[in-house]
């Protein structure tokens, strides 16, 4: 554990010589330095002041003086920067500076820069314990598993830091006002769990997507660091899935990180339908550090995570019963489509696109990524569609979703054109959270995403990973 920096600047006026022991004395109380080094921290700073200060003349009286305290675990080193007229060996002489030799002082002559003074002192590391509240001893069984209340939004914001830092893709997480607003609401069911001490340990909820039909996302599972591999997350899915067979809805979203196994294992333990597998889509800076978390390693070769989405159906057939599809992709799609309760007929060999249609795009510039409506297929649409794709990509985009409703006329052939320019298929995807479907394609701008380090779990979604995989394969232009 280290502790921050600490920086302060002040005038050149001895008036600030005793704020800056202050200063210097708070970074060594924090690192509950014993107070005999605290003391020769606060004397360096007097002498150094003193001298800088009485040495300087009216005209470098305009410069300030930068202190910078840092810690690397074994020793502190307090530097001082004096940018005002330039003191040397000589001046030095006169004064009490690393007469202590326990102390190593040194001066630095940075020419242009000024000049550092800087003494280390080495530290000893159990002086030097972990700032942070260590989570205390708790027993897996005496945490209690429940709905969140609106007045708890704050610990729920601070649950997410402890395992995302402030990178999380949902940032409203970090502002309880508009967690409590979704609670308020019932636009969000939250389950917790929750220490004796009343610290949250972890979280999982039910986002509501739409009302009608219903639909819910389940997501934001985390659990503490502090607790890992204790169940928890076990636990709290556990209860999610009582939780959504007891509130009506049509069908409920999982997506589903594939940098670990643990949600898809847990997931797939109850009933859910595989829809697609979006490669790429998130940027890996945004996700959870395995290393950090201590649950495993993070690949080095992937620049960019995969998701994989899967739904519950909450009544028998939310998506219709049948629909119809150009044989090549009712043949492809079958395994996505019949656990759905979806028939596939094949359209007619002479069914054709539109001349114009239309797209709407979505951009998330967090994940670099744009997400391209195409509501209704049409030639000019398609080849807009394509010239804006490559237009993003030169943005800095790396990601690009296209979803054609599958009861639209031209699917087929905005699906082939499509394909000669890059895209291939992820799956399904529930188009705009109703009980209609839609066929997702992407494409990947120039980003690293290593296939054999994206993990899956389940016969189904390893088809789907796959068909996604060879489809790739054959359309990729890059
Ligand atoms: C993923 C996460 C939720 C797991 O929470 P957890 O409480 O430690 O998990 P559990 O102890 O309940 O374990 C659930 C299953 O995963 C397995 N598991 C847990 N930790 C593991 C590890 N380090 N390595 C391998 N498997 C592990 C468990 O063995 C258990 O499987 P089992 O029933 O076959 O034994 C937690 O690490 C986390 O918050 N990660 C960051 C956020 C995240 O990835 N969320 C999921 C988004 S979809």
Not at 39 to 47: S, V, Y
Not at 167 to 186: G, H, S
Not at 378 to 397: C, E, H
Request: hydrophobic share 40%.
């Amino acid at each position: 554990m280290s502790c921050l920096p600490a920086h302060l600047q002040i005038p050149q006026d001895l008036r600030f010589v005793k704020p800056s022991k202050a200063f210097v004395r708070s970074y060594g109380d924090a690192l509950r330095l014993p107070s005999e080094k605290v003391r020769r921290l606060e004397q360096f700073t007097e002498t150094i002041l003193n001298l800088i200060i009485t040495n300087s003349r009216s005209t470098s009286r305009e410069v300030p003086i930068e202190l910078e305290l840092r810690t690397d675990g074994a020793s502190l080193s307090l530097k001082f920067l004096n940018r005002g007229l330039p003191i040397f060996e000589r001046d030095l002489r006169s004064t009490d500076v690393a007469i202590d030799s326990e102390d190593t002082f040194e001066f630095v002559n940075l020419g242009p820069q000024g000049q550092a003074f800087v003494s280390v002192l080495p530290i000893d590391p159990t002086e030097h314990p972990d700032l942070e509240a260590p989570l205390p001893e708790t027993n897996p069984e005496e945490i209690e598993v429940r709905l969140m209340g609106v007045l708890e939004v704050d610990e729920l914001a601070k649950l997410f830091f402890r395992v995302y830092g402030y990178r999380y893709i949902n940032d409203w997480v970090y502002f309880p006002e508009k967690i409590r607003r979704k609670l308020e609401a019932q636009d969000m069911i939250s389950l917790v769990a929750s220490s004796p001490a009343g610290r949250h340990v972890g979280h999982v909820a039910l986002v509501r997507f739409n009302t009608s039909p219903v639909v819910y996302d389940l997501g934001l599972g985390v659990v503490d660091p502090g607790l890992k591999s204790k169940g928890l997350f076990k636990r709290l899915l556990s209860e999610s899935m009582d939780l959504i067979s007891r509130t009506p809805m049509d069908y409920c979203i999982f997506d589903m990180v594939t940098n670990h196994l643990i949600s898809q294992r847990e997931v797939f333990n109850y009933p859910a339908c595989v829809m697609c597998l979006n490669v790429g889509v998130q940027g890996s800076t945004t996700q959870a550090s395995l290393k950090k978390l201590g649950i495993g390693t993070d690949a080095e070769d992937m620049d960019r995570y995969s998701i994989l989405m899967a739904v519950r159906l909450g009544v028998p057939h939310p998506f219709g019963e049948t629909v119809t599809l150009p044989p090549n992709l009712g043949e492809a799609l079958d395994f996505l489509l019949t656990p759905l309760g979806v028939r596939w007929v094949p359209s007619s060999r002479f069914s054709s696109i539109p001349r114009t249609g239309s797209y709407q795009t979505k951009l998330d510039s967090i994940q670099k990524s744009v997400f391209f409506d195409l509501e209704a297929p049409g030639l000019d649409a398609v080849t807009s569609l394509i010239d804006d794709w490559k237009y993003y990509i030169r943005l800095g985009n790396l990601y690009g979703a296209v979803d054609v409703p599958l009861d639209q006329p031209g699917l087929g052939s905005a699906y082939e054109r499509l394909c000669r320019a890059g895209f291939f298929l992820a799956g399904l995807i529930p188009y705009r959270h109703t009980g209609r479907l839609a066929l997702r394609l992407q494409c990947l701008g120039p980003t690293r995403v290593s296939w054999e380090n994206i993990k899956i779990h389940g016969a189904q979604a390893n088809q789907l990973l796959q068909l996604v995989r060879s489809d790739h394969e054959r359309n990729s232009l890059i």
